[in-house]
C-alpha cells in the first residue's frame, strides 16, 4: 500500500513515527509544509522539513517538540552575548543542518534534492518531499495592543512576539505561483490512501493544499483521504491553533478543523473526548468518522492512531 501523507511539524512527526510501524516506510511519501521557512544569519531554515526529518530519524526532542533530542545552545547563547539575532533556538546540532542545507542551495541544488541528501544521511527510508522548491512564505495581518497594524512572517508572530497580536488574517504568499515540488502531484496520484497528519490546518495544511495543483491533485483521485483531527476537546495540544483558526472562520474543534479539508477529505479521525461531534461532521461534512484516543504520547500511541486512520479509509 501506498501512502502519501501532508505534514506540518510536532503533530505530524508524532503520527508519522506511528504510521512508518503500520506501512513499510519505503511506501510513504510525505510532502512537508515549508511556508514557515525563513533566512536567519544567512541560513536557510525550514522548520517543519526539519521537524519530520528528526522526528523519523528518531532523534527529535519529544519534549520540546522541536530541534534535537540532547542538542546544546552554546552558539546561540553566544550570538546573543554579542548582541546578534537570537530570537530564534537553534540548537548546535541543528545549525549543522541549516548550514550544511545554506551551502547545498547555493551550490544550485533544488531544496528537494537537499532535503532528500539530508535525510539520507540520517537514515530516513521514507520519501520526504517539500510542497514546493519554489519560496511560500506564510505572513500573519495582525493587531499589536496599541492597535498598531503588523504584516509578520509567521515565525515573527509565533515565536519572535510569542502569539501576543490579535490575529486578522492569514496569507500565503507566492503560494499561487509556486509548483509542486518534482514528485508531489505524481506520489498524490499514485497513493491508495492520503493522509492529513494532525497538524494545525491553517499554517500547516492549508499552505501546501494553496500550492498550485496538490488540492486538485487530491480531489480528482478516487481512492480514500483520511485526517487525524489536531483540535482535542476545543484546544490544540500544543501551538497557537486555537488563535488562529477564527480568524479564517473555522471553529476551534476537531469539526472546525474538519471543516477546512470539505471536499479533500473522506474519513476524519477525532479524539474519544470528542466523540458527540461525530454526528455532526458526518452529516455535514460528509466524512466517515472514526473515534479514539488520538494523545500520542509514544510512537505505541501513534501507531494505533495510525492504524485506526488507515483501517477507516480502507473500511
Ligand atoms: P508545528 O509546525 O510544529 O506546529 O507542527 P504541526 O502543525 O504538525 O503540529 C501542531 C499541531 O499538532 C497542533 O495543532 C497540535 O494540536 C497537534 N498535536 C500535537 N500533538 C498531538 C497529539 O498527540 N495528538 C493530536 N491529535 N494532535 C497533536
Ligand atoms: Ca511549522
Given amino acids: 500500500m501506498k501512502v502519501v501523507a501532508l505534514a506540518g511539524g510536532v503533530g505530524a512527526g508524532k503520527f508519522l513515527r ?27 531554515i525550514c522548520p517543519d522539513l526539519d521537524s519530520v526529518t528528526y522526528w523519523l530519524a528518531e532523534l527529535a526532542d519529544r519534549r520540546r ?14 550570538l ?12 548546535d546540532l541543528d545549525l549543522a543542518t541549516h548550514l550544511t542545507r545554506t551551502q547545498w542551495l547555493q551550490q544550485g541544488r533544488t531544496l528537494s534534492e537537499v532535503t532528500a541528501r539530508l535525510c539520507s544521511a540520517f537514515g530516513v527510508t521514507a ?19 496599541e492597535g498598531h497594524h503588523l504584516d509578520l512572517h509567521f515565525q515573527e508572530y509565533w515565536v519572535g512576539r510569542r502569539a501576543r497580536d490579535g490575529v486578522k488574517g492569514i496569507r500565503y504568499d507566492g503560494a499561487g505561483q509556486a509548483r509542486p515540488a518534482a514528485g ?3 506520489a498524490v496520484t499514485a497513493a491508495d490512501v492520503v493522509v ?3 497538524s494545525n490546518p491553517v499554517v500547516s495544511i492549508r499552505p501546501i493544499l494553496e500550492v498550485a495543483g496538490i488540492a486538485r491533485a487530491i480531489r480528482e483521485r478516487r481512492g480514500p483521504a483520511v485526517g487525524v483531527s489536531p483540535i482535542i476537546a476545543g484546544a490544540p495540544v500544543a501551538g497557537m491553533a486555537d488563535r ?30 470528542d466523540a458527540a461531534l461525530a454526528p455532526r461532521i458526518e452529516r455535514d461534512l460528509e466524512m466517515r468518522v472514526a473515534v479514539t484516543d488520538t494523545l ?4 505505541e500511541a501513534a501507531e494505533r492512531v495510525a492504524r485506526v486512520a488507515l483501517d477507516l479509509a480502507a473500511g
Fill in 244 to 273: 488562529l483558526m477564527p480568524a479564517t472562520g473555522l471553529e476551534v474543534s476537531a469539526f472546525g478543523a474538519a471543516s477546512a479539508y470539505r471536499g479533500l477529505l473522506t474519513c476524519w479521525v477525532i479524539d474519544e473526548r
Fill in 127 to 145: 520519501r520526504v518531499l517539500p510542497m514546493t522548491d519554489d519560496v511560500v512564505t506564510t505572513r500573519i495581518d495582525a493587531v499589536d495592543e
Fill in 196 to 198: 492529513f497528519c494532525p
Fill in 65 to 78: 517538540g522541536w530541534g534535537r533530542v540532547g542538542d546544546s545552545f552554546r552558539a546561540l547563547e553566544e
Fill in 80 to 91: 546573543r552575548w554579542l548582541g546578534g539575532e537570537a530570537w530564534f533556538s537553534l540548537g
Fill in 18 to 44: 506511528g504510521l512508518v510501524r503500520v506501512v513499510p516506510p519505503q511506501h510513504v511519501t510525505v510532502v512537508v509544509n515549508t511556508g514557515d521557512d525563513l533566512t536567519l544569519h544567512g541560513l536557510r
Fill in 296 to 299: 500520542m504520547t509514544d510512537d
Fill in 184 to 186: 508531489v502531484a505524481e
